[in-house]
């Protein structure tokens, strides 16, 4: 519920409604404008409507958020959210923010050849997995700590923030700007709310069968903690289509902008799965009004330890950077 008070009125007022909300049990927001003074009450809807608020003397309406997720919601907050990431670069203000780098950090002369690689060509962030959430267990699972000291080391030598998945929340949190929540980790809600605990940028990641209001409701748990870093990443969905590894679902992002506030990230390297449809899938979320893209760079794919067949050649990725000119 968004309740919005009279002009003028006594702070005092303010905080005597904020209690009421929060003796029943329902979270107060406080929200102050330069003309008004907008407070909200988040929880069942029944114990918000027995407060009868429409009819305090210094309310001036009070409106009710449609959507089933609240704080992320932009009906609660019109204007974009812009993460931070890392001390220099933020993500969701002017810029196309692209990060790139390997699926998996394998060695230090790797992740050092693939940030030089990414750095020159233009990008923002560097990314790199040591903790691999793989379908397999017999698959490279990454090089866990280690590789986290790696990618912090190539991040700092080339003046890059990095962005690493969430293995280990208290290790990821010490080496790196952006936690990033894979596919298949998307409903851990415990591990969600932990992460409201931070302040770091979280990459929350799109489920691989999940809906756009699935999304919306998990970063709810995070920005509900007290998190308000979240960065919504849609990387391609399950769906019948054998030729690509996912289905991209690039009208996310328009109808994620509609309806809320957090930037959206696009990641056209698992969405597709393939290096070749890489580059047109990257100007496409572009062109629909994503706020980066993120993308599997590796200097040699042909080795690389996991997802060498979507990673790009360094020389595609300047062509990627030279055709994404216009918005970066
Ligand atoms: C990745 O970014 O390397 C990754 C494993 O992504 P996802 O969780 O989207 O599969
Ligand atoms: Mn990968």
């Not at 489920?207 to 308000?228: H, S």
């Given at each position: 519920m968004i309740i919005v008070l009279?002009?003028?009125?006594?702070?005092?007022?303010?905080?005597?409604?904020?209690?009421?909300?929060?003796?029943?049990?329902?979270?107060?927001?406080?929200?102050?404008?330069?003309?008004?003074?907008?407070?909200?009450?988040?929880?069942?809807?029944?114990?918000?409507?027995?407060?009868?608020?429409?009819?305090?003397?210094?309310?001036?309406?009070?409106?009710?958020?449609?959507?089933?997720?609240?704080?992320?919601?932009?009906?609660?907050?019109?204007?974009?959210?812009?993460?931070?990431?890392?001390?220099?670069?933020?993500f969701g203000g002017e810029r196309f923010i692209v990060i790139a780098g390997p699926c998996a950090v394998e060695s230090r002369e790797q992740m050092d050849q693939g940030a030089r690689a990414v750095k020159e060509a233009g990008a923002s962030a560097l990314r790199g997995g040591a903790f691999k959430p793989r379908t397999s267990p017999y698959a490279f699972q990454g090089l866990g700590e280690e590789g986290l000291e790696i990618l912090a080391q190539a991040g700092r030598a080339h003046g890059l923030p990095v962005v690493t998945d969430v293995g280990d929340v208290a290790a990821v949190e010490r080496h790196a700007d952006a936690l990033q929540v894979g596919a298949r980790n998307m409903q851990n809600?415990?591990?969600?709310?932990?992460?409201?605990?931070?302040?770091?940028?979280?990459?929350?990641?799109?489920?691989?069968?999940?809906?756009?209001?699935?999304?919306?409701?998990?970063?709810?748990?995070?920005?509900?903690?007290?998190?308000?870093?979240?960065?919504?990443?849609?990387?391609?969905?399950?769906?019948?289509?054998?030729?690509?590894?996912?289905?991209?679902?690039?009208?996310?992002?328009?109808?994620?902008k509609q309806k809320s506030h957090l930037p959206v990230l696009v990641d056209p390297s698992h969405g597709t799965g393939r290096r070749?449809?890489?580059?047109?899938?990257?100007?496409?979320?572009?062109?629909?009004?994503?706020?980066?893209?993120?993308?599997?760079?590796?200097?040699?794919?042909a080795l690389a330890l996991s997802d060498g067949e979507q990673s790009l050649y360094p020389d595609q990725f300047r062509a990627l950077m030279r055709r994404l000119k216009p918005f970066v």
């Open positions: 009279k002009p003028g009125t006594d702070p005092k007022e303010a905080q005597a409604i904020l209690e009421q909300i929060e003796r029943l049990g329902l979270k107060p927001l406080f929200m102050p404008g330069t003309e008004r003074v907008v407070l909200g009450a988040l929880g069942d809807e029944r114990v918000i409507a027995s407060l009868h608020l429409e009819s305090h003397p210094h309310v001036e309406s009070v409106t009710p958020i449609l959507a089933p997720y609240k704080l992320v919601s932009r009906e609660l907050h019109p204007h974009d959210t812009v993460v931070p990431l890392g001390d220099h670069t933020v809600y415990r591990l969600l709310q932990a992460l409201g605990h931070c302040r770091k940028a979280v990459i929350l990641k799109r489920g691989m069968a999940a809906t756009l209001n699935e999304l919306l409701l998990a970063a709810e748990y995070i920005v509900g903690e007290g998190n308000p870093n979240v960065i919504l990443c849609e990387r391609g969905i399950k769906t019948y289509e054998p030729a690509t590894r996912n289905t991209l679902d690039l009208s996310a992002v328009p109808y994620i070749d449809l890489v580059e047109p899938m990257a100007c496409a979320a572009a062109a629909c009004g994503a706020d980066g893209i993120m993308v599997e760079v590796h200097p040699d794919p």
